[in-house]
């Protein structure tokens, strides 16, 4: 079932073309006024200020309601409508910047040359508009991960519970068009549910279109003018994509979908998947997550690339025995990038089944945890670079790479970086897959866990080194008094550390409860990835310092198959796991969260910040009273934006102000040393990542928020009038 809603900015005509031919000499201005007054005032639709192809859209979708009139009439009321500024704006002028795919380009750069918005004028930026999407859907989302699209005048953006489409006016966040489909118990059984992440949008002229997959799995082609259906597309508008994927997934239970967003490059839609969380699961047996593309104007598919090489494949040799024929997983459900000049995609492939324990999936087990570069066009392997071997601290690469040209030794390098969670930034040549520093195939830490086998070595990069603390000593430990360093120095004696890649444990009551790990599950980095400035070559990326622990425990064999599933064993009958913190402060010192800029000319970090105000228990906490601690950054999942001038990032969560109001800040830093450069009031903490335009010669700046007891919401900052000139 799929409801589609137009917001009535044009009127309904009522009347009759017969009427409407009596009047021959009527100015535009007249036909107008004539023809749609009797709905709405004049000045109700000429503020709108629509691209052509969207006041088409609206019209025609009025036709469609019963609208009377010629269609020398209706083209004569676009052309008015279109045309009322005084000085029209063209896409191609300095008055309108776009932002059309999730990361900015295909290249995932999350960069801007707009400047209109700048150190000097930060502080001033007001709220220009608010959409709130506590209403879509069954209930409220509080964790809205969308960055929106900015195309032609509108912004188009995925929200609420269901998943829905939303269009709004880029100028004042007006909706015109909603989009929603109910998958019933399909979508309640969906792995990845909520709004996602995004959209992608498709144009070549003449036909523009908007593509998403529902929380069911299903890929769907909308007019992004009307917000309709586009029929010639799949069957009705839709492809399933629990079909053509060469396995046989259950179309209501298969664990398969997507958060992320599609990516659409030329004529071609690049569809990745994503599973139920790995650390815990349900079987060793799973669904497998192929990438597959698609034609953007018939939804055919055009190529798929098996993850878990079938046999004779390349890569099935590094699978022992049968794991690969039941292994699944192996999905990429962060974002991709392509070059379309090297006419191909790059893939960030996630683990295979068994995120903490991979003893039935024994060797390296390609293309698990592999940068996979494929044609665009045929789907087929150029190259691979693995960046963990059998891995089993949940190291997915979670984010897509950033294609970067950039000059090393005085010779330009088409080359990527690949943001981990592990804080190591792979910098590889894009059109071979080799490193442009050396990789050190380097010893790690063995472990012993029945069933378990070990890679010997795992690779470091040389250059650049660790942009975040990862592994885990005793030197990390809450270090603000001795007396917090003592109690920090306990707790952690009662877990193996080392440094990074040492394994899990069988965690014991009487022994090690697991393995410390900064970095862990959830990074280090995450989905949000980084930022580039094509003009300095430098790469900007956040990072937290989460601690997790890696044990291992048997798990009830009801409810899993597997030998061992993270987890921890009880030290008593009332232990129901250990909080990893000191006096409801982080266990490690900070900064707990912090950005990182980094030369990739050279290989070398420039600069390091604290990223976010210092949490409330940190800094009210009694045992820390009359100690001034500077600010320690924040943990959270952030994306960053980089501007002509800025570097621009929200906080994640919230803090209490001086004058007792809990909120967060959006904040800007001069990019070329991290000072900060202003920062302006947020409700609750950044959840999206952010990006900007400018529409009608205005600049606007756009971050998903929400937190508890607050709904999604995007927010739209912009200067004052007189501050855009």
């Not at 409801?3 to 309904?12: E, I, Q, S």
């Not at 966040?173 to 109910?182: C, V």
């Not at 670079?385 to 949940?394: A, E, F, K, S, T």
């Not at 979670?398 to 000059?407: E, M, R, Y």
Request: with cysteine; proline share 6%.
């Amino acid at each position: 079932m799929r409801h589609t809603f137009l917001r009535l900015l044009c009127c309904v005509v009522f009347v009759s073309s017969a009427v409407a031919q009596q009047t021959p000499t009527r100015s535009d201005h007249e036909l107008f006024v004539q023809t749609c007054s009797s709905c709405h005032s004049e000045e109700i639709a000429t503020q709108k200020h629509y691209s052509h192809d969207t006041w088409q859209g609206v019209v025609a979708n009025m036709r469609s309601r019963g609208a009377q009139g010629t269609d020398a009439d209706f083209a004569r009321i676009v052309n008015y409508l279109t045309t009322l500024d005084t000085a029209p704006v063209k896409e191609t002028s300095k008055a309108t910047q776009e932002w059309k795919t999730y990361g900015g380009d295909l290249a995932n750069h999350r960069y801007s040359p707009l400047d209109q918005i700048n150190a000097s004028n930060f502080n001033n930026l007001k709220v220009a508009w608010r959409f709130n999407t506590a209403n879509l859907g069954s209930s409220p989302e509080y964790k809205f991960e969308s960055t929106p699209l900015m195309v032609k005048g509108v912004v188009y953006t995925t929200a609420g519970s269901r998943r829905d489409v939303v269009a709004l006016d880029a100028a004042t966040g007006e909706m015109l068009w909603m989009y929603r489909e109910d998958e019933g118990q399909r979508a309640k059984n969906a792995p990845r549910q909520l709004s996602g992440r995004g959209l992608a949008y498709w144009s070549d002229g003449q036909h523009n279109r908007i593509l998403y997959v529902t929380p069911g799995y299903r890929l769907i082609a909308l007019d992004a003018t009307t917000g309709h259906r586009v029929s010639t597309f799949g069957r009705g508008g839709v492809v399933d994509l629990k079909e053509q994927d060469d396995q046989k997934i259950d179309p209501l239970g298969g664990d398969i979908g997507l958060h992320a967003a599609p990516l659409v490059a030329g004529d071609t839609i690049i569809i990745g998947a994503a599973h139920s969380v790995g650390l815990i699961p349900k079987s060793r047996n799973n669904t497998k997550g192929y990438v597959r593309g698609f034609d953007v104007r018939t939804g055919r598919r055009l190529w798929i690339f098996h993850t878990i090489p079938m046999k004779n494949e390349f890569g099935a040799d590094t699978w022992q025995g049968d794991s690969a024929s039941y292994t699944g997983n192996t999905g990429v459900w962060g974002q991709m990038s392509v070059d379309e000049k090297l006419g191909l995609a790059y893939l960030p492939v996630e683990l295979p089944t068994g995120d903490a324990y991979g003893g039935y999936r024994p060797g390296n087990g390609l293309f698990g945890e592999t940068l996979v570069a494929v044609d665009l066009k045929t789907g087929k392997r150029r190259w691979h670079y693995q960046l963990v071997h059998h891995g089993m601290w949940d190291y997915d690469i979670p984010c897509a790479p950033v294609l970067v040209d950039i000059t090393v030794d005085g010779k330009p390098i088409k080359a990527l970086a690949q943001p981990t969670k592990q804080s190591i930034l792979f910098v590889l040549d894009r059109e071979t897959g080799k490193p442009v520093w050396p990789i050190v195939e380097q010893a790690v830490p063995q472990g012993d866990v029945p069933g378990e086998t070990y890679s010997p070595t795992q690779p470091i990069p040389t250059r650049p080194a660790a942009y975040g603390r990862n592994g885990f000593s005793n030197n990390d430990l809450i270090n603000f008094t001795p007396q917090l360093h003592a109690e920090a120095m306990k707790l952690a004696s009662r877990y193996q550390i080392g440094p990074v890649y040492t394994p899990p444990v069988v965690s014991k009551a009487d022994g090690k409860l697991g393995t410390l790990i900064l970095g862990f599950s959830l990074g280090g980095s995450n989905w949000p990835g980084g930022s580039y400035d094509p003009e300095t070559h430098t790469f900007y990326v956040f990072s937290q310092a989460l601690v997790g622990a890696a044990g291992l425990v048997p798990p009830d064999p009801n409810e899993s198959d597997m030998r061992y599933v993270l987890g921890q064993a009880a030290t008593g009958p009332e232990d129901t796991g250990r909080d990893l913190d000191i006096h409801k402060m982080p266990l490690v010192h900070p900064p707990y969260g912090e950005i990182s800029a980094i030369d990739l000319d050279h290989g070398t970090i420039l600069w390091q910040i604290a990223h976010g105000e210092t949490p409330d228990e940190v800094r009210t906490n009694p045992l820390l009273k009359g100690i001034n601690i500077p600010r320690t950054g924040r943990l959270g999942i952030i994306g960053v934006l980089t501007t002509k001038s800025l570097l621009i990032a929200g906080e994640a969560g919230t803090f209490t102000n001086t004058a007792g109001v809990k909120g967060a800040l959006l904040r800007a830093y001069e990019k070329t040393s991290g000072k900060d450069a202003g920062a302006v009031a947020m409700p609750t903490g950044q959840t999206g990542s952010p990006m900007t335009y400018m529409w009608k010669g205005k600049q606007y700046l756009v971050v998903a928020v929400g937190g508890p007891g607050h709904p999604g919401e995007l927010i739209a900052y912009s200067l004052p009038d007189e501050g855009a000139k």
